[in-house]
Each structure stands twice: as C-alpha cells, then as structure tokens.
C-alpha cells in the first residue's frame, strides 16, 4: 500500500519490521521538504544520505527509465518518488527556483508582477552558485513602466541585465553586482501586457543574499 499523493510506503496489519517502512516513508519526506539539489544531472552522483535530484530523461545508470521521478538517497540506495500533479511545488535549490509537474514535464512555477497600487515596488531574494547563469523570465499579467532598478548582494561578484521581450535594458546591462547596493534610477522602459520581462544574472563567485528590487508605475 501507498500514499496517495508521494506514493509512500505504508504500513500494513501485521507486517513485520514495521519500522522499516516508516523510517524509509520519514527520510523520503525530508528528502523532499528539504529541497533538490539538482534537476539536470543524466548520470547518478555520489550517495549522500538525504540529497534529492529531479531526473531528467536521458540519464543513465540507476536512473535509466526514471525520467521525471525524484530520487532520494536513503540507506545508501537510491528510492524514487514518480511524479505526479498531486506533488505539488518543490524547491531546486542549485537554481533557487520553484518547480511543479504538469503532467508531462516539470515547469518553473511563474510569479505574477500584477499588484494592486499605482507605484510598487517587486522584489526579488536568491542566492546563486559560482559560475552559474540564473534567468528570471516572467510573463507580464499588467502593463507598468519600470522607473528605477536596484540590486546589492552580501558576497560574491557577477553581473545583472534586464530585457524586455529580449531587448536588453541599456542603463541595465551587464552591471556588476556589488555588496553596496547599485541603484539604476530614470529607466522609462514600458513592460505591455504579456511582454516577457527577462532579469539575468551570471555569477563569478558565490553571490549570496542577492536581493534586487524594481519601481514600477502601472499603466
């Protein structure tokens, strides 16, 4: 038997070694809540008790056959949870982002920037990796005009942009991202309804306590 949503195990009437199976159904709980460590790895890494990874199709080895199923280290072997749209949101914790299953894929949850005053502020908080490229591209759900651009970080060196619909924001292009925090005022740039408004960041070294926030003006 089975749970209906994670499909873990459950203990049955007069099962022996009960304990078993309730300590396996714990760990792939923490290993879940805990967050993944990675979703784009096609090659099983190393055993860490706890590490959980999404599986992306084309892997190898103890993962062959297991696209889109979570795998849990627990006990020195890996379990797998399979997906489903019951999961709900789970956290990738290399890209500091948000993933659901939709059936047939898993898809980085959007945010919508609709807010309700006339002048807001949208804020933003992660923490990046060395050597990682992180693409923030979200649907706009309510036209605004982006009035300034701020940006600090407590460690770590790398480079911000802003684009919309894949043209990049000049006076927001490739700034270097400092533990001071940078402030881009008089944008004027128009982000219309469904435009794709895209923030990239590319880390040097470890950025962390990244934090970015923008001045809108609704139309």
């Known amino acids: 038997m089975a749970t209906p949503n994670y499909a873990l195990p459950e203990i049955v009437v007069g099962q022996r070694n009960k304990e078993i199976t309730h300590n396996t159904a714990i760990r792939l709980i923490e290993g879940v809540l805990g967050g993944i460590v990675d979703k784009d790895l096609t090659t099983p890494p190393t055993l860490v008790e706890g590490n959980a990874y999404l599986i992306p199709s084309g892997a190898s080895g103890a993962w062959s056959g297991k696209t889109n199923n979570i795998a849990i280290a627990v006990n020195g072997a890996w379990e797998f949870i399979e997906p489903s749209t019951r999961l709900g949101v789970i956290f990738v914790k290399d890209e500091s982002r948000f993933y659901r299953y939709s059936g047939t894929v898993w898809e980085a949850v959007e945010l919508d920037f609709t807010l309700p005053s006339t002048i ?8 990046i990796p060395s050597n990682k490229t992180y693409i923030i591209d979200r649907k706009v759900k309510r ?3 982006i009035n300034s651009f701020s940006f600090a970080a407590s460690a770590g060196t790398g480079t ?16 270097a991202i400092a533990t001071s925090e940078t402030v881009v005022s008089a944008i004027n740039v128009s982000c219309p309804l469904n435009a794709s408004l895209t923030i990239a960041i590319n880390s040097v070294s470890s950025l962390a306590d990244l934090s970015f926030s923008m001045e809108v003006e609704y139309a």
């Not at 807001?120 to 992660?126: C, E, K, N, R, W």
């Not at 000049?170 to 700034?175: E, Y």
């Open 160 to 175: 911000i942009s802003l684009a919309v619909n894949g043209s990049t924001i000049s006076t927001v292009n490739a700034l």
């Open 120 to 127: 807001d502020t949208i804020p933003g908080f992660i923490e």
């Open 143 to 145: 036209a605004f005009t």
